[in-house]
């Protein structure tokens, strides 16, 4: 019996988010690149969410559904995300209609789903899987559990976590925050005269004469100084 109407609501499999709060302190001047700071908007913390990768919503969305903290989606912890993707039976025909997900995917229902059974639940691209999801729902989804579990609090800080580590990263491989690569550059003859070049890092102007780090389509400059001070920051 199909509980669920058909709508497609993809996920990857990743290490979790762990680790990337010690990145969280890392200077203001990562804002420009990707914002940290979540607000109480829904719709924002959705957009925010979207910037992250599949493998990392999907994370996200185990140990917010991850209620007790055992690592392991049992039947409620699940009908919490069945109902994102369409499930609208009663609590009877979610007994039945978790089995039989279980069964298909050989799995113990009083174990539940682990982080990798679900990673393969919801990135299976069969007709007849009624869990798959696109990337950009998993934003949607992952705002309105957290918000229905009363854990808002903590998706934002795991949020704030995972852009400010992918800001880090995105800095320190020399792009701009499109993760266009950064190219050394210098003015030309006509160039910078009504309209100066302003670092990203520093919010210094940059001289006419003198080099700078571009992105040319994001007009995205960084002076030759705040530049060099990413290997300072790799080496610690």
């Not at 994370?59 to 919490?80: C, P």
């Not at 998993?138 to 609090?153: D, H, M, N, S, T």
């Not at 030309?188 to 080099?211: D, F, T, W, Y």
Request: proline letters at 3%; one cysteine or more.
């Amino acid at each position: 019996e199909d509980f669920f109407p058909r709508k497609t609501v993809h996920m990857e499999m990743s290490p979790g988010v762990a680790g990337a709060a010690n990145l969280h302190s890392f200077d203001e001047s990562c804002e420009d690149t990707f914002s940290t700071t979540i607000s109480d908007d829904s719709g924002k913390a959705a957009a925010a969410a979207a910037q992250l990768s599949r493998s990392e919503l999907v994370s996200m969305l185990f140990y917010i559904l991850d209620a007790d903290g055992d690592l392991a989606l049992r039947s409620q912890e699940m009908r919490a995300f069945a109902e994102q993707t369409g499930f609208q039976g009663a609590a009877s025909d979610w007994v039945k209609a978790y089995a039989s997900i279980c069964d298909l995917r050989n799995v113990d229902a009083a174990d539940g789903f682990d982080a990798s059974q679900f990673g393969e639940l919801v990135n299976d691209l069969a007709e007849d899987n009624a869990c798959y999801c696109t990337h950009a729902d998993l934003g949607r989804i992952l705002v309105a559990v957290a918000e229905k579990g009363q854990c808002r609090q903590r998706l934002d800080e795991m949020l704030a976590a995972s852009l400010a580590a992918k800001a880090v990263s995105v800095w320190l491989r020399g792009c701009c925050r499109k993760e266009h690569r950064l190219k050394w550059r210098m003015l030309g003859p006509l160039e910078g005269h009504k309209n100066p070049s302003v670092c990203k890092r520093c919010a210094q102007a940059i001289p006419r004469r003198e080099g700078r780090y571009s992105c040319i389509p994001c007009r995205h400059s960084v002076c030759i100084s705040c530049f060099s001070q990413r290997k300072d920051l790799d080496a610690s």
